[in-house]
């Protein structure tokens, strides 16, 4: 549930796509993806899609009074996720591979003929009436459907 693409792509924009981007120039503090900082851009992603709810973009301030309430639900959410999921690590692990393919794509994108390869465009469509619909939390069937998904992943490795 914390693989997205959403989220790898806002690591890469970042602090990895120039030179002078931070995750480049300060490579020593990006070994670890601090929880906070996976929460804080999971909560910019639910403020982008809050700005095209009506399907034609709106600027939304993005405010900690505003956006202070999703912050918390996301973290209170991988709390859970982490605890639920702490024999595998699958959190430090998602962090790790995050900012490895970040590094990667850095490497990949200053040695690449054309940058136009990594121009992502994203056409997204919500559904206004799913507006009104609030997740208080996910349940432990989501949790347990990572591990499982994490579970697969590792014995199709192994059999390569």
């Not at 020593?28 to 601090?34: A, G, N």
Request: hydrophobic letters at 40%; one cysteine or more.
């Amino acid at each position: 549930i914390y693989k997205t693409d959403l989220i790898q792509s806002a690591i890469n924009h970042m602090w990895f796509a120039k030179r002078s981007d931070e995750g480049i120039v300060y490579a020593k503090y990006f070994d670890l993806l601090p929880v906070q900082t996976m929460v804080l851009i999971l909560t910019a992603i639910e403020c982008c899609i809050d700005e095209w709810m009506t399907g034609v973009k709106e600027d939304i301030k993005f405010s900690s009074l505003a956006y202070s309430p999703v912050y918390l639900f996301h973290l209170n959410s991988l709390r859970r996720f982490d605890e639920r999921t702490a024999a595998y690590k699958l959190l430090g692990k998602i962090g790790v591979n995050l900012l490895n393919v970040a590094r990667y794509f850095y490497y990949y994108l200053c040695r690449s003929s054309s940058k136009l390869t990594f121009i992502q465009r994203m056409h997204a469509g919500v559904d206004p009436s799913m507006a009104a619909v609030t997740i208080d939390s996910f349940t432990d069937d989501v949790f347990d459907e990572a591990i499982r998904e994490h579970e697969d992943e590792a014995q199709e490795a192994q059999e390569f």
